[in-house]
């Protein structure tokens, strides 16, 4: 096994690379990937430590997190398509109905 | 020495994909290297020795998640989204948070080094027979949050359809 | 030396599956169109080579010398990559399935789950096949075939749950092992799970009657519409490479792998002569057709045939009249073994094309119903009745077959009040008709 500041190292990479996803873009969709690699990249962390440790804990974490995620994608998807379908559009700027 | 090659490997894969998901103009190559990003990480998974966990990663996330997310840009795909400002006004703002992120935990790192990399990690055995050990594991100790899990599905699946229905 | 060993047999075997798979794939087109003939009281291809036998080639070759058309505004890339990743999907399933006790690429614990995993990767390469194509029709083609392949791989998932509930395994050897070991191939013990398999995996391929999104009298031709050339031979192999993946994960989940019928039983050891005798069977019937072909050179080639199918009988025959004890005779499972599962796998396949040809296609929406409203139910069912019948076996020690017979009726039972409540809402009665759906 590599040593597992490499693990770490990966993972925070991901972490930083989805921020500025977030952040970033104006495309809803594409948000919604980056909050997809954050996720990945705690699963990476959390199998990393489960192989470290010995016990398969960090896994059994990282299918839940497989799970919550998918459950997520779906609605989120859900969402976009219903705004989608009253607004024709997916930039996150032009989404401000709720706004005063 | 190939446990190096092969992290190295999957590790640049990732972070190149990742790089190509977040700065892609097109949402549907966006979506592919998201796909290439997550085999890269079920990759990594495989490495670790977590075996189910990479086929996991693989049928959920790369085949069910990824082919919805698909469907769903082809859905509402608009050429004058194409053509737009793709990134807003924060995005130096975006760069140099990340980065002092990055720097803090890559800091927090370094200083427990000695501690951290004293640990020798555990022979691999302990994780053998990983679809056995992960199995015993979510329907002995974590049967609750597995039963949870399922209805968190079901909630979910109700909520997309109902999001997602035509209003008559 | 050491450390390269264990790599040499597995790369010899990824290769001889590459090599081969093509030309493979197409004497199997060259089958269903016999097959087809037969079932239309006809000949079929009678023209190329004798009985039509080289037409594969001819086709091949045909293919890869027409022109090469990207449509306009097509996304270059994606066009080009979309045929790959349905090619490698379907080749990569193939490297954990046991062809016998010695031939398989790699045995891995996971090796069912590897190989559901990895076909579901092929719904990328039709999904973008069709967004790439920048056409109405191939789009429309790619979204519904995605949405009918998501539909059913839910229920053909379901389906072999309820036989690995019964191997105890996910390593494809040991699911075979299980079966030699408890003596009864699991289609005996889960008849309606193979049933949910057969229909969930024709519907997977794409084949008739699921065949919908690429019929030729639909959408053209779906998401291969706008392919030509090569890159539709690729798309081609493609579906008949997961044809035979999916024959293969039957086989060796329900019809018993590699073994032998009536594997445990030294009664039936005459079962060991079927093999040999069928090969020569075949021999026998080419070199009577020799003298009746026109040309010399067809006359030639149907000869070399049955030369070839005597060759066949020959190794077949070697490991067990080798002394016993010498390498040869310990090679009679490997090599026995490997035509047991190939002869399966060509049975299944025939199954498929005799259905292709008997039943009208399923339209749409007809499709999507059969495959939410009547395959998941009965799939998850299934595997619940196969788990009260495992459970009254194994814990309360009740004889196996009746506590199995048990879980298979309370799977009928359901399947029954599935298949009335739909026959309902087909035709209602007169008066009883449906309330209108509530606004959402």
Redesign the interface.
Known sequence: MVPIGHYLFLSVALLAIGIVGIVTRRNVIIILMSVELILNAVNINLVAFSRLVGSVEGQVFAIFIITDAAAEAAVGLGIIIAFFRNRETVLADEMDILKW | MLDQVVFYFFALLAVASSILVVTRRNAVQSAIFLVTALLATAGIFLSLDAEFLFIVQVILYAGGIMVLFVFVIMLVNLDVALHQVQFNRQWMVALIISAVLAAQVAAALAVSRKTLYALPPAPAQALEPNTERVAYSLFHTYMLPFEIASILLLVAMVGAVVMAKKRV | MNAIMPYVFPVLFALVIVALLPLVAGYIVLVERKVMADMQVRLGPMRVGPHGLLQPIADAVKLLIKEDIIPENA?RL?FWGAPLISVTAAMLALAALPIGPFFQIAD???GL??I???S??G??GI??GG?ASNSHYS?LGA?RS?AQL?SYETSAGMAVVGALLLAGT?STRGIVQQQSDSGVWFIFAAPVGFFIYLVASIAETNRAPFDMPEAESELVAGYMTEYSGFRWALYFLAEYTNMIVVASIATTLFLGGWLRPFANTPAFNFFDYLPPLLMLWVAGYCFRRTPKQPVAVQKMFIAAVGVLCIAVAGILIMPMAAPSGSFLASSKPGIHGAFWFLFKVGAYIYVFMWLRFTFPRYRFDQLMRLGWQFLVPLSIVNVMGIGIGLALHRELNWPAAPSLLLGVAITLGVAAYLLSAAEKHEHPRVGEEEET?V??
């Open positions: 996304d994606l891995l614990n996971i789950l590897f559901l995993g990895i579901s990767l719904i990328f999904v973008l967004w789009l979204l995605a998501v996910l759906p606004d959402a």
